[in-house]
Each structure stands twice: as structure tokens, then as C-alpha cells.
């Protein structure tokens, strides 16, 4: 039984202890973060559970792509702990640095393919940059990594010939081609016609569970990301309005989250730019114009 002690012949007592739980793979202590006097993240503390789908969300401009870019180490925390796997990603020199990052998958905005490369030089340009497989093992890797997203039957296609959807399923491929343990995606949805949207979510989902994954999505699509998230965090106002899953995240009686997963004009975030009232714009109405 966990936790009880048991004699043993000779000279001590074993105790049964249950094991500890894993720690999250990544974790935010106290993090602050800002450009100039503007604060995108202040005092931002939050756990991503290992293996699983979590979704970053929130207005435009609340920090969701600057804490993919803490993850990665291209900015550093001004105050707290940005951890990945238990290392402070602010304090790892150069060469640790990389070799997280090489545990690390991005799929950035639109995609952002190499044009001048085909589909399977886009896919193969990781593995011929930082492994010194032979050609013929990363034809077999690339074209494993295209079957998974669809795309094998188009590895000699360009970038211009292929449609948005497809782009993003290439950069997908391209995004774990190195087998990371942490895959961050920004805007994955942004732009897609419908089919080419739920095709990107279902993939998102189903590789994350078969390759045991941990995942980072940055977006806007809720209904989506809803359906294929574990763990909802809502940042705003430099901290976070609501974590939980997506039905707690829904059910928040925090006023900006009810506006954001609603998709109010009006509440916390105003319709209106703040500004000079309407009269001093354009005098009284009643007495005309001065």
C-alpha cells in the first residue's frame, strides 16, 4: 500500500511512497516582460502539463507570441523563470541554448516556407542543418513526415504551387522533422478555408497524441482550438484572466473572458480607441458650430 512502512530483516524500515507526479515542461515563475515602459507580461505565472494541447489566447497584443519567443530563448525574461524541462531557458549559455531548441518545433504564421526550396527541401533543410544523416535516410525521414500530414505525393511541388492549407500542413512536417518534445504553433489557422482548417486542427491533435507530444497553440479560431485543446490559458492585461480547460475557461465569470469567448464588440476591450469625447470633436450640436 503507497505510503505505509513495511520491516525489513536487518537494520531499517522501507517506506512505500507513490511516484511523483512529472513536473510540467514548461513553466512561467513570476515572469515580467516588456518593451520599454510597456509591460506584455507582469508577474505571469502558469504551468503547460507534459503531453498535452495547450492553448495561449487572449486580445491582440497580450504577450501570446512574446512567451513563444521566452520559450525560445530570442528574449529573456527581465524578471522571474521561464523553464523548459526544468532549465531556466534565461540562464542557459549558448550551446544549451541550441540544444534545447533543437528539442524545440515551430510553426510560425502563414508558414513561412522557403520559396526558392520544394516542399521536400523545406522539410529536409532541419535534418541537413543540424544532423549528419546520409541523403538517403533524409529522403526516408522527409517522406515519413510528409505521408503523416498528407503531403507525400507532393514533395517535388514549390511553395507557389501549393495552396495555403498545404503550406501549413508542409510547415508542419518541416516543424517536426527533428522529432521535438515541444511543438509551439502560431496562428496555425489564420487564413484557412474551412476544410483546410479542421484538416490543420485534426493533425495538430492526432500528432501530438501519437508522437507524445507537448504542444503550444497561439490563436484566435476559439471554436477550434477549444475542440482540440487540453488546457486554455487567457492572458491579459499583463496577466492571466482565466486557465482551465476549455468548458472552465467557457463558464468564467471574469468579465473579459466572457467578452473574448463570446466575441462581444463591447466590454473590457472597448469598441472605441480611446480618445476626446464626441462634443469636443464636433462642438454642440444643438447650437452649431462655433
Same mark, same amino acid.
Given at each position: 500500500?503507497?505510503?505505509?512502512?513495511?520491516?525489513?530483516? !536487518?537494520?531499517?524500515?522501507?517506506?512505500?511512497?507513490?511516484?511523483?507526479?512529472?513536473?510540467?515542461?514548461?513553466?512561467?515563475?513570476?515572469?515580467?516582460?516588456? &518593451?520599454?515602459?510597456?509591460?506584455?507580461?507582469?508577474?505571469?505565472?502558469?504551468?503547460?502539463?507534459?503531453?498535452?494541447?495547450?492553448?495561449?489566447?487572449?486580445?491582440?497584443?497580450?504577450?501570446?507570441?512574446?512567451?513563444?519567443?521566452?520559450?525560445?530563448?530570442?528574449?529573456?525574461?527581465?524578471?522571474?523563470?521561464?523553464?523548459?524541462?526544468?532549465?531556466?531557458?534565461?540562464?542557459?549559455?549558448?550551446?544549451?541554448? &541550441?540544444?534545447?531548441?533543437?528539442?524545440?518545433?515551430?510553426?510560425?504564421?502563414?508558414?513561412?516556407?522557403?520559396?526558392?526550396?520544394?516542399?521536400?527541401?523545406?522539410?529536409?533543410?532541419?535534418?541537413?542543418?543540424?544532423?549528419?544523416?546520409?541523403?538517403?535516410?533524409?529522403?526516408?525521414?522527409?517522406?515519413?513526415?510528409?505521408?503523416?500530414?498528407?503531403?507525400?505525393?507532393?514533395?517535388?511541388?514549390?511553395?507557389?504551387?501549393?495552396?495555403?492549407?498545404?503550406?501549413?500542413?508542409?510547415?508542419?512536417a518541416r516543424a517536426i522533422a527533428l522529432d521535438p518534445d515541444l511543438v509551439m504553433y502560431d496562428e496555425p489557422f489564420a487564413g484557412l478555408d474551412p476544410i483546410s482548417l479542421g484538416t490543420a486542427a485534426r493533425l495538430i491533435r492526432q500528432l501530438n497524441d501519437a508522437l507524445g507530444l507537448t504542444s503550444i497553440i497561439v490563436s484566435h479560431d476559439l471554436e477550434e482550438t477549444f475542440r482540440i485543446a487540453d488546457h486554455v490559458i487567457?492572458?491579459?492585461?499583463? !496577466?492571466?484572466?482565466?486557465? !482551465?480547460?476549455?468548458?472552465?475557461?467557457?463558464?468564467?465569470?471574469?468579465?473579459?473572458?466572457?467578452?473574448?469567448?463570446?466575441?462581444?464588440?463591447?466590454?473590457?476591450?472597448?469598441?472605441? &480607441?480611446?480618445?476626446?469625447?464626441?462634443?469636443?470633436?464636433?462642438?454642440?450640436?444643438?447650437?452649431?458650430?462655433?
Amino acid at each position: 500500500m503507497p505510503g505505509c512502512l513495511k520491516e525489513r530483516p !536487518g537494520f531499517f524500515i522501507e517506506m512505500d511512497t507513490a511516484p511523483s507526479p512529472p513536473h510540467p515542461f514548461v513553466e512561467f515563475r513570476d515572469v515580467k516582460f516588456g &518593451y520599454g515602459a510597456r509591460a506584455i507580461l507582469d508577474g505571469v505565472s502558469f504551468a503547460v502539463p507534459r503531453g498535452k494541447v495547450t492553448a495561449l489566447m487572449g486580445a491582440s497584443g497580450g504577450g501570446k507570441t512574446t512567451v513563444l519567443r521566452l520559450i525560445g530563448g530570442q528574449q529573456k525574461a527581465q524578471r522571474g523563470e521561464v523553464l523548459f524541462d526544468g532549465s531556466d531557458v534565461g540562464g542557459l549559455d549558448a550551446g544549451a541554448l &541550441y540544444a534545447a531548441r533543437r528539442r524545440m518545433g515551430m510553426l510560425f504564421q502563414f508558414g513561412a516556407l522557403f520559396t526558392d526550396m520544394s516542399v521536400f527541401d523545406n522539410v529536409a533543410f532541419p535534418l541537413r542543418e543540424h544532423t549528419q544523416l546520409s541523403e538517403a535516410l533524409v529522403r526516408d525521414v522527409v517522406l515519413m513526415k510528409l505521408d503523416a500530414v498528407g503531403l507525400r505525393g507532393a514533395r517535388d511541388l514549390m511553395p507557389s504551387e501549393v495552396s495555403g492549407g498545404m503550406a501549413r500542413r508542409v510547415a508542419l512536417a518541416r516543424a517536426i522533422a527533428l522529432d521535438p518534445d515541444l511543438v509551439m504553433y502560431d496562428e496555425p489557422f489564420a487564413g484557412l478555408d474551412p476544410i483546410s482548417l479542421g484538416t490543420a486542427a485534426r493533425l495538430i491533435r492526432q500528432l501530438n497524441d501519437a508522437l507524445g507530444l507537448t504542444s503550444i497553440i497561439v490563436s484566435h479560431d476559439l471554436e477550434e482550438t477549444f475542440r482540440i485543446a487540453d488546457h486554455v490559458i487567457i492572458l491579459a492585461n499583463g !496577466g492571466i484572466a482565466a486557465q !482551465g480547460t476549455p468548458a472552465e475557461v467557457r463558464e468564467s465569470a471574469d468579465p473579459l473572458v466572457h467578452q473574448f469567448v463570446n466575441a462581444l464588440p463591447d466590454g473590457p476591450v472597448h469598441f472605441h &480607441y480611446p480618445g476626446v469625447s464626441i462634443e469636443d470633436d464636433f462642438g454642440n450640436v444643438e447650437g452649431g458650430r462655433s
